[in-house]
């Protein structure tokens, strides 16, 4: 059974950093690119990020509202990617997804994506 | 980078056909065949329904249909149920490894 489990989420004070993790089972996280999005509470997702495979060179891009400020890396030994979260601020609050993409192809969104986990960036 | 446009809104009655729109510019939607949509239940994850435009992953049930024409993109929900109303998104690509959401349609059966 595919698996995905994010973990990390906390509150945190603005200017704080975090690191989410997002832990694949059931396949191997090495062949996928993987992507992160957000969903603050009451609205839409907001794709945040994406890191190919190593075949790929582990490109990775970011929208413009993290970029700079997050970064996504991965461990394929362990199945596991992550999310640093650099200078949170308010606006960064809501749920984290993590989502593989088994296929890591240019064009190809992901296919299985986790439950998430909570962020939320308050003094 | 612009969120693609959706209407934030739609509904049918079990058994009509319903669509959704997903607009977006010739940098995305318009550039490349590449979008998606999914599903999403309040307080779940996504799952995905179409993607590349036009291909259901297994499972998927065949009332499910993708299409695009130049910019916008188009999700077909034919013989509603009542297990169809959640929250519907697209995600394009945008270039430069870059994506793009929809504002999300919700569905009302």
């Known amino acids: 059974e595919v698996r995905l489990v994010e973990s990390g989420g906390a509150l945190v004070q603005p200017g704080g950093s975090l690191r989410l993790s997002c832990e694949g089972s059931g396949f191997s996280l090495s062949a996928s690119s993987v992507h992160w999005v957000r969903q603050s509470p009451g609205r839409g997702l907001e794709w945040i990020g994406r890191?190919?495979?190593?075949?790929?060179?582990?490109?990775?891009g970011y929208s413009p509202a993290v970029r700079g400020r997050f970064t996504i890396s991965r461990d394929d030994t362990t199945n596991t990617a992550y999310l640093q979260m650099d200078n949170l601020q308010p606006g960064d609050t809501g749920i984290y997804f993590c989502?593989?993409?088994?296929?890591?192809?240019?064009?190809?969104?992901?296919?299985?994506w986790g439950q998430g986990t909570r962020v939320i960036v308050s003094s | 980078q612009a969120a693609l446009t959706q209407p934030p809104s739609a509904s049918g009655t079990p058994g009509q056909s319903v669509t959704i729109t997903c607009t977006g510019t010739s940098s995305d939607v318009g550039g490349y065949n590449s979008v998606s949509w999914y599903q999403q239940y309040p307080g779940k994850a996504p799952k995905l329904l179409i993607f590349e435009v036009t291909e259901r992953p297994p499972g998927v049930p065949d009332r499910f249909f993708g299409s695009k024409s130049g910019k916008m993109a188009t999700l077909t929900v034919s013989r509603l149920q009542p297990e169809d109303e959640a929250f519907y998104y697209c995600i394009s690509y945008a270039g430069s490894e870059s994506w793009v959401f929809g504002g999300g349609t919700k569905l009302t059966v």
């Open positions: 890191m190919r495979n190593r075949a790929n060179m582990n490109a990775a």
């Open positions: 989502g593989r993409s088994a296929v890591d192809a240019r064009i190809r969104a992901p296919d299985f």
